[in-house]
């Protein structure tokens, strides 16, 4: 962060001397002066009392004097002004500046360069439109794409006798002037330590402390004393406690925004604020409409921030209206909606709806980040966007160089999970594969692990790298620090060892050794397996009891020697018998149950999820007849009659009655 400090002195500086800053020297010669007190050689842009805010500003300059010598100088031959005119003096009544037009003018200017050369032209300065003029230098820089000015700026002399003038007379200057004088420095990286900022800062806490500041320059006000002081700061709870005062109805927009900015800057502190943010989440739903993309964006990372899980009814209504923003988002904000929605949980078929279209359309152009987090949204959520799917695919085939190797993860990882084959699968993994062989080493062990286990899902192998993830290398790498390998990843690389053996017959390299297999695939995270939905169970029990006779005909929740846990698995013999789940003897055919409720398959489809499909591929491998019961079709069935006459066509296709 850059800094910048501010001498008192300023005008011994080369580029103040040589340039002159002030153009009131330019236009009315200063010839003599007198001394008033000590010397004080400083150069500024005249001072002015305070004014109400939007008044026309009239200022006189300074009567000429005599010295004792008659035309006095400072050491370095430049006229000085003096530190006691008469601004409002009856000799000098100069035509009113309309500041409004000044302020607007400010706008047309591209560079700091053409701002300070403008302030260089004008007779007379009102303290708002040198506030302002700060406030625009800050903008064309951040259009840079760098904060930190440039070191012609920081000598230029008009920037300096700019600040020195904000800093001499803090306490002349109006609400608004002071305010945005020190927002626009403290978004400039001035140093907070600095005289100039610190009388700013000082002058602040005591309008503050009398009281009577509006709502709009207490927000930006705060904002800008958190980048200064950090949320500690005590004058920003002072302010929070007068926002606190105030009736929200009488906030605009960019003020109900800016104070969710300010409490998400404490957010250590959120809970002692949480009444009112529940004020402020219920009042904003009567707002949402009324948001620009940007205020949208900023109010959902607010929320994020400040875990207002409890304020759905607002990210929901939010998520309603974003459709139509989706095209003016800029990129950075897209990917803070698109991250405010994959953290509450939400979605919404009209906002999935837009954003596969928008996706679609400029994936080329997208910003990286944006692109993750669409395919990270699609992933949380299980939603199969082939469109979506199929432009990411084609812009990691064509662009992979424009991705980190951490956006390549989040990139595949969701064709395994939605286990979607994109139609240029053939390219997209060849891609794939000679990226991983070229940065095999550069990727984080536990990233590459991700990658390779989601290719694995849908039936890409990784062949190749199989010998490579399983050697002892590669294993304690994976473990790193820790003293162990964490068991999600000893799950993942369990399961592509079964799949070498299971799907890759012709591969003979090296095995995963015993101590790093697991026993069951189910983890906490559910990420290879999904546990059986008690209810749909339930209702398949009954069916199955009435069906077989008892309950003692069929197991639950069985875990096999594979890692698998079967949901329900019967047994018959050689003639077709149904034998009790306890007896291991004559067991000539395994029934895997799969019964199967919306968790297992993509978000309002009939698409088994990467996790599923390979399951039931591994359980065929190994002997099972796999059996699956979906939930869609349990959920046709009316009565208990038609539940047994579904599962006897389901287990027994063949047989018109069942034995046991």
Same mark, same amino acid.
């Given at each position: 962060?850059?800094?910048?400090?501010?001498?008192?002195?300023?005008?011994?500086?080369?580029?103040?001397?040589?340039?002159?800053?002030?153009?009131?020297?330019?236009?009315?010669?200063?010839?003599?002066?007198?001394?008033?007190?000590?010397?004080?050689?400083?150069l500024?842009?005249?001072?002015?009392?305070?004014?109400?805010?939007?008044?026309?500003?009239?200022?006189?300059?300074?009567?000429?004097?005599?010295?004792?010598?008659?035309?006095?100088?400072?050491?370095?031959?430049?006229?000085?002004?003096?530190q006691?005119? *008469?601004?409002?003096?009856?000799?000098?009544?100069?035509?009113?500046?309309?500041?409004?037009?000044?302020?607007?003018?400010?706008?047309?200017?591209?560079?700091?360069?053409?701002?300070?050369?403008?302030?260089?032209?004008?007779?007379?300065?009102?303290?708002?439109?040198?506030?302002?003029?700060?406030?625009?230098?800050?903008?064309?820089?951040?259009?840079?794409?760098?904060?930190? %000015?440039?070191?012609?700026?920081?000598?230029?002399?008009?920037?300096?006798?700019?600040?020195?003038?904000?800093?001499?007379?803090?306490?002349?200057?109006?609400?608004?002037?002071?305010?945005?004088?020190?927002?626009?420095?403290?978004?400039?990286?001035?140093?907070?330590?600095?005289?100039?900022?610190?009388?700013?800062?000082?002058?602040?806490?005591?309008?503050v402390?009398?009281?009577?500041?509006?709502?709009?320059?207490?927000?930006?006000?705060?904002?800008?004393?958190?980048?200064?002081?950090?949320?500690?700061?005590?004058?920003?709870? %002072?302010?929070?406690c007068?926002?606190?005062?105030?009736?929200?109805?009488?906030?605009?927009?960019?003020d109900?925004?800016?104070?969710?900015?300010?409490l998400q800057?404490?957010?250590?502190?959120?809970?002692?604020?949480?009444?009112?943010?529940?004020?402020?989440?219920?009042?904003?739903?009567?707002?949402?409409?009324?948001?620009?993309?940007?205020?949208?964006?900023?109010?959902?990372?607010?929320?994020?921030?400040?875990?207002?899980?409890?304020?759905?009814?607002?990210?929901?209504?939010?998520?309603?209206?974003?459709?139509?923003h989706?095209?003016?988002?800029?990129?950075?904000?897209?990917?803070?909606?698109?991250?405010?929605?994959?953290?509450?949980?939400?979605?919404?078929?009209?906002?999935?709806?837009?954003?596969?279209?928008?996706?679609?359309?400029?994936?080329?152009?997208? *910003?990286?980040?944006?692109?993750?987090?669409?395919?990270?949204?699609?992933?949380?959520?299980r939603?199969?966007?082939?469109?979506?799917? *199929?432009?990411?695919?084609?812009?990691?085939?064509?662009?992979?160089?424009?991705?980190?190797?951490?956006?390549?993860?989040?990139?595949?990882?969701?064709?395994?999970?939605?286990?979607?084959?994109?139609?240029?699968?053939?390219?997209l993994?060849?891609?794939?594969?000679?990226?991983?062989?070229?940065?095999?080493?550069?990727?984080?062990?536990?990233?590459?692990?991700?990658?390779?286990?989601?290719?694995?899902?849908?039936e890409?192998?990784?062949?190749?790298?199989?010998?490579?993830?399983?050697?002892?290398?590669?294993?304690?790498?994976?473990?790193?620090?820790?003293?162990?390998? *964490?068991?999600?990843?000893?799950?993942?690389?369990?399961?592509?060892?079964?799949?070498?053996?299971?799907?890759?017959?012709?591969?003979?390299?090296?095995?995963?050794?015993?101590?790093?297999?697991?026993?069951?695939?189910?983890?906490?995270?559910?990420?290879?397996?999904?546990?059986?939905?008690?209810?749909?169970?339930?209702?398949?029990?009954?069916?199955?009891?009435?069906?077989?006779?008892?309950?003692?005909?069929?197991?639950?929740?069985?875990?096999?020697?594979?890692?698998?846990?079967?949901?329900?698995?019967?047994?018959?013999?050689?003639?077709?018998?149904?034998?009790?789940?306890?007896?291991?003897?004559?067991?000539?055919k395994?029934?895997?149950?799969?019964?199967d409720?919306?968790?297992?398959?993509?978000l309002?489809?009939?698409?088994?999820?990467?996790?599923?499909?390979?399951?039931?591929?591994?359980?065929?491998?190994?002997?099972?007849?796999?059996?699956?019961?979906?939930?869609?079709?349990?959920?046709?069935?009316?009565?208990?009659?038609?539940?047994?006459?579904?599962?006897?066509?389901?287990?027994?296709?063949?047989?018109?009655?069942?034995?046991?």
């Amino acid at each position: 962060m850059a800094l910048i400090t501010l001498r008192r002195n300023l005008c011994h500086l080369a580029g103040f001397r040589k340039h002159g800053a002030l153009a009131a020297l330019k236009s009315h010669p200063v010839n003599r002066v007198h001394k008033v007190g000590k010397k004080c050689p400083s150069l500024c842009f005249p001072s002015l009392p305070p004014e109400p805010f939007g008044v026309g500003i009239h200022r006189a300059w300074c009567k000429k004097s005599h010295s004792q010598d008659g035309n006095a100088l400072d050491p370095l031959g430049e006229p000085v002004l003096s530190q006691a005119c *008469d601004w409002h003096g009856p000799e000098q009544n100069p035509k009113s500046l309309d500041e409004q037009m000044l302020y607007g003018r400010l706008k047309d200017f591209a560079s700091s360069e053409e701002v300070l050369h403008f302030l260089s032209t004008l007779p007379m300065l009102p303290d708002t439109v040198a506030a302002g003029a700060l406030q625009r230098i800050w903008e064309v820089e951040k259009k840079d794409g760098d904060q930190k %000015l440039p070191k012609e700026i920081l000598e230029n002399g008009a920037f300096q006798a700019l600040c020195l003038r904000f800093e001499q007379n803090s306490s002349g200057l109006s609400d608004a002037a002071l305010v945005t004088a020190l927002q626009a420095l403290s978004l400039l990286n001035v140093d907070p330590q600095s005289s100039l900022l610190r009388n700013l800062v000082a002058e602040s806490r005591h309008r503050v402390q009398r009281g009577g500041l509006e709502v709009h320059r207490l927000c930006i006000l705060g904002e800008s004393l958190i980048r200064l002081q950090g949320p500690g700061c005590e004058t920003l709870e %002072l302010i929070l406690c007068q926002l606190q005062g105030e009736e929200l109805e009488t906030f605009a927009l960019d003020d109900i925004v800016a104070l969710y900015r300010i409490l998400q800057a404490c957010s250590e502190t959120a809970d002692q604020h949480q009444p009112f943010l529940n004020k402020m989440n219920n009042f904003s739903l009567s707002v949402v409409s009324s948001l620009s993309p940007t205020l949208m964006s900023q109010m959902l990372t607010a929320l994020v921030a400040l875990d207002q899980t409890q304020a759905l009814p607002l990210v929901i209504k939010l998520g309603k209206y974003a459709v139509r923003h989706i095209p003016r988002f800029t990129h950075e904000e897209l990917a803070k909606v698109l991250e405010a929605f994959i953290y509450f949980g939400h979605n919404d078929r009209f906002f999935t709806a837009a954003l596969e279209q928008h996706v679609a359309s400029l994936c080329l152009t997208l *910003d990286p980040e944006v692109v993750s987090r669409a395919m990270e949204y699609c992933s949380r959520k299980r939603i199969l966007s082939k469109p979506i799917l *199929d432009a990411v695919a084609e812009t990691l085939e064509g662009h992979s160089e424009k991705f980190s190797l951490h956006q390549v993860s989040e990139l595949i990882e969701p064709f395994g999970k939605l286990n979607y084959l994109p139609p240029n699968a053939s390219a997209l993994f060849r891609k794939l594969e000679n990226l991983l062989l070229k940065h095999f080493d550069s990727f984080p062990p536990k990233t590459l692990l991700k990658i390779l286990h989601s290719c694995s899902l849908i039936e890409c192998h990784p062949v190749n790298f199989m010998a490579k993830i399983f050697s002892p290398h590669f294993l304690q790498k994976l473990q790193g620090e820790e003293s162990y390998v *964490d068991r999600l990843s000893l799950a993942q690389l369990t399961q592509l060892f079964l799949t070498s053996v299971l799907e890759c017959p012709f591969y003979k390299g090296r095995k995963l050794l015993p101590k790093y297999q697991v026993r069951s695939f189910l983890t906490p995270c559910r990420s290879l397996e999904t546990p059986v939905d008690f209810q749909l169970y339930k209702l398949v029990r009954i069916g199955l009891i009435d069906l077989l006779g008892a309950r003692m005909y069929f197991a639950s929740k069985v875990l096999t020697p594979y890692c698998y846990t079967i949901d329900v698995e019967i047994k018959l013999d050689e003639e077709g018998l149904v034998l009790p789940f306890t007896i291991d003897e004559d067991v000539h055919k395994r029934l895997a149950l799969c019964i199967d409720d919306p968790k297992r398959f993509s978000l309002n489809s009939k698409h088994l999820l990467g996790k599923e499909a390979i399951k039931h591929r591994h359980l065929r491998l190994l002997g099972y007849q796999v059996v699956q019961i979906p939930y869609y079709e349990v959920e046709m069935l009316k009565s208990r009659v038609e539940l047994v006459e579904y599962l006897q066509r389901k287990l027994f296709p063949h047989n018109v009655g069942v034995r046991w």
